[in-house]
């Protein structure tokens, strides 16, 4: 076959959501094939088991069972599953830790492009992220919580806990790990900000995110910066002083 296709269920509560992702996948991602609809979370159980699909676009908020139950219901998911959501706060958090993929409404061509091409790269090898994704829902002790990082070799799955630091590069992010271990990602730091401010994370400068925990002091001279539990130095921008000592303070 010259053309890989996946065949595609999709689950959400609003019949006009359906139907605009179905014409959009049709007119913009041929190597979808939509074999299935659902409108709640127990027809599209009976969807999954029918069908048996390669991928699943999934809304996080319905009615009754939402998204997230529908996953923790079933005993296995030999599928891909990209997210559909309006705005779901912890949801979205638990799911953008998974390093799994998600599209917000509306949902844009590029956006859906993209997802669908990194499902078909990954296919059948998202079995790491949804386990994951299954214990942040279930509610683990917060220490325990893990962030997918995904590198040009694998997804790794690092307790947050471990990260001392976060540096840019461009649109790279450089995780520094306790233990002297650095992993690159290919998202800018921005994207993890909102991700890892519930755990003790803070901006101190435009290409350095920290962890509060490892923070040794905080050094007026030579301009200001963070002096870290490993010995680095992080720089502390001027317009961010203010929030700096917010976090150190409020922690």
Same mark, same amino acid.
């Given at each position: ?11 959400? +509560? ?54 997230? +139950? ?72 917060? +220490? ?8 040009? /070799? ?10 001392? /630091? ?36 803070? /901006? ?48």
């Amino acid at each position: 076959m010259d053309q890989l296709t996946l065949r595609a269920v999709l689950i959400d +509560d609003e019949q006009h959501n359906l139907d605009n992702l179905s014409r959009m996948l049709e007119a913009y991602c041929p190597q979808i094939t939509v074999v299935a609809t659902a409108l709640n979370a127990m027809s599209g159980r009976v969807a999954l088991e029918q069908f048996n699909p390669d991928l699943v676009f999934l809304d996080i908020q319905m009615p009754g069972e939402s998204g997230l +139950d529908l996953l923790r219901s079933l005993k296995g998911y030999g599928f891909d599953v990209i997210f559909v959501t309006a705005f779901d706060q912890y949801g979205i958090q638990a799911v953008k830790l998974s390093a799994l993929d998600y599209l917000l409404k509306p949902i844009h061509i590029d956006e859906l492009r993209s997802a669908v091409s990194k499902a078909i790269s990954r296919r059948g090898s998202n079995r790491a992220q949804m386990d994951n994704l299954m214990q942040l829902l279930r509610q683990q002790p917060r +220490d325990d919580h893990r962030i997918g990082l995904t590198t040009l /070799r694998e997804t790794r799955f690092v307790p947050v806990r471990q990260v001392i /630091r976060l540096e840019s590069s461009n649109n790279y992010s450089h995780f520094y790990l306790e233990g002297g271990e650095r992993l690159t990602t290919s998202k800018a730091i921005h994207e993890y900000e909102d991700m890892l401010a519930g755990y003790g994370f803070f /901006r101190c400068h435009q290409s350095h995110l920290v962890n509060r925990r490892f923070v040794r002091s905080w050094v007026k001279e030579d301009g200001g910066y963070l002096l870290l539990e490993d010995g680095t130095h992080v720089p502390v921008s001027r317009h961010k002083k203010s929030a700096v000592h917010t976090a150190l303070n409020n922690g």
